[in-house]
């Protein structure tokens, strides 16, 4: 069996309530099919409190030594706690930047603009200075 460590959400609409479960990973998030639940999340306490979550931590080093794996969520909650090696951070990608034809297109129009106020205000110059 496939083991994970999971949330189990809980509470009222609009006011989320996570219990940290130990489920197989073929069932249901709520399924209530749960073999023990290891500690608790709350994502409505303040960032900084210590009922934000709450491990049991013995239990999580027990059965991630019979071989359950976290979810991405738990893993941060326990590289916090210290239990696990925080992930290193992935390299954004750079999808979001434009192509470099349309930087050099903008660039190009940007220089062609300054060129020509630089121009009109040469002839704005030039038939003052005549005109002395």
Do not use: C
Not at 90 to 109: A, C, R, Y
């Amino acid at each position: 069996m496939a083991t994970v460590i999971r949330l189990a959400r809980y509470g009222a609409k609009k006011r989320p309530y996570y219990h940290i479960v130990v489920t197989d990973s073929r069932n249901a998030r709520n399924s209530g099919n749960v073999l023990e639940v290891v500690g608790k999340y709350d994502p409505m306490q303040a960032k900084d409190s210590d009922k934000r979550v709450v491990l049991k931590v013995e239990e999580v080093k027990a059965w991630m030594a019979k071989g359950a794996k976290p979810s991405d969520r738990v893993y941060k909650f326990l590289a916090n706690a210290g239990l696990v090696a925080k992930k290193a951070v992935p390299v954004q990608t750079k999808k979001h930047l434009q192509s470099e034809k349309t930087q050099m297109k903008i660039k190009d129009k940007a220089e062609k603009q300054a060129k020509a106020a630089e121009a009109a205000k040469a002839a704005a110059e030039a038939p003052a200075e005549s005109a002395e």
